[in-house]
């Protein structure tokens, strides 16, 4: 299973399914992450965390907490 933290800078993932519950699955709903969304993955704080990526035309940055929630397929 590949989630979105295991995705690399500057590739493009298909959301595959949001895993979790509750307010959190909620949350990234409301962001935009839903399954089928494409995500580009642009980059990452230089300490590695949080990550930037663009969904829907819009800019976002999720911790790799959350991200590893996000399975994904190229």
């Known amino acids: 299973m590949k989630t979105l933290r295991d ?3 500057g590739e493009t993932v298909v959301i595959k399914k ?3 519950s509750g307010a959190l699955k ?3 709903m409301d962001m935009g992450i839903t399954r089928g969304a494409k995500v580009y993955l642009r980059k990452e704080a230089p300490l590695g965390d ?3 990526i663009n969904v829907l035309g819009y800019e976002l940055t999720i ?5 590893q929630l996000i399975e994904v397929e190229e």
């Open 18 to 20: 949001i895993h979790g």
């Open 7 to 9: 995705a690399r800078i």
């Open 63 to 67: 911790r790799k907490n959350d991200a």
């Open 26 to 28: 909620r949350r990234f």
């Open 50 to 52: 949080p990550i930037e």
